[in-house]
């Protein structure tokens, strides 16, 4: 076998295998049918061929070949919303919605992951041009670690205190601790959320922790993987017992409540701990001279 067809297949194997590995990641799953397994997996073949094909092109002195990198990107790009329009479709059919952020997050995500098999497979063939295939699988493992590395985010018990909070009634009031929830009338009501509702309060640990559980959308994000997590006890017509965030605005303090299907407490706050921090709502005021003088 030539030393060219090594290359490539060395690049596309270990390219393809990394995309396979990184949908396989947590619990989520995602994307979980097979259907839409295949299509990334799919996806991910073609970025591992790209950049498989790229090292002996560039060998061959074909610099030209390797412009159909820049095509790569804009296919890539139209991952990001082919995973947009899906999920956005599919939160008219959720009891508890993700979110436009954590939609947006999830298809950037998408889209980068295939940029990252570029990478490994670039690796890989590289390593094996040079030296031979044993080097290429091992240049490709360890690009496969950095990437790893690098996809590694923020969860919510890194930038936040989760602890028990205090569900109560003033009236007709809904309170976790001293932080306002909403506005209940039914008696019925009441009743089920003192027999089988749980309170979580969100304590930021600084000045950018606090901004992070400003954001709308990451607190969206917190009630849908909870509720995904542990079930919530309403269906599309018990809308008032849909998982809620609200936020102290004087501390910056989130006071979550929830009814859930298991109401073990100590999986609640375990499940909060882990919600991704996204994207978008991840800021550093700290950074800036104005807000490290305002923390003060």
């Known amino acids: ?30 994307p979980s049918y097979p259907h839409a397994v ?54 008219q059919s959720a009891l508890v919605s993700r979110g436009p952020d954590f939609i ?24 094996t041009h040079l030296f031979s295939v044993i080097p290429g699988v091992i240049a490709g493992i360890v690009a496969m670690a950095l990437v790893r590395h690098f996809m590694q985010g923020k969860l919510i018990g890194d930038v936040a205190r989760v602890r028990p909070g205090r569900l109560h009634f003033e009236g007709a009031n809904l309170f976790v601790d001293d932080i306002h929830i909403m506005n209940l009338g039914l008696k ?28 709308v959308g990451q607190r969206q994000a917190i009630a849908h993987e909870v509720a ?7 269906d599309v017509d018990t809308a008032e017992f849909t998982p809620l965030l609200r936020r102290n605005v004087k501390t910056g303090r989130v006071g979550m409540v929830i009814v859930p299907i298991e109401p073990d407490m100590e999986c609640l706050l375990e499940a909060v ?20 003088c305002a923390s003060d």
């Open 273 to 292: 701990k882990n919600v991704p921090v996204l994207e978008s709502s991840f800021v550093k005021p700290l950074a800036s001279k104005a807000g490290y």
């Open 188 to 215: 019925e009501t009441h009743k089920v959320y003192e027999e089988y509702g749980r309170a979580v309060v969100i304590e930021p640990i600084d000045d950018n922790a606090r901004e992070i559980l400003a954001n």
């Open 228 to 234: 995904s997590l542990l079930g919530v006890r309403r």
């Open 38 to 91: 295949v299509t990334h997996l799919a996806l991910g073949f073609v970025a591992a061929t790209l950049g498989a094909v790229a090292i002996p092109a560039l060998a061959a002195k074909e610099y030209t070949a390797v412009t159909f990198l820049a095509l790569a990107a804009t296919q890539f790009r139209e991952v990001r919303t082919m995973e947009r329009e899906m999920l956005a479709a599919l939160e």
């Open 104 to 127: 947006e997050g999830i298809a950037r995500t998408f889209e980068a992951r295939n940029y990252l098999v570029v990478f490994v497979s670039l690796a890989a063939s590289l390593a």
């Open 1 to 30: 076998m030539s030393k060219e067809i090594l290359t490539i297949v060395t690049g596309v194997v270990l390219g393809t295998v990394s995309r396979f590995w990184m949908m396989r990641r947590d619990f989520r799953q995602y």
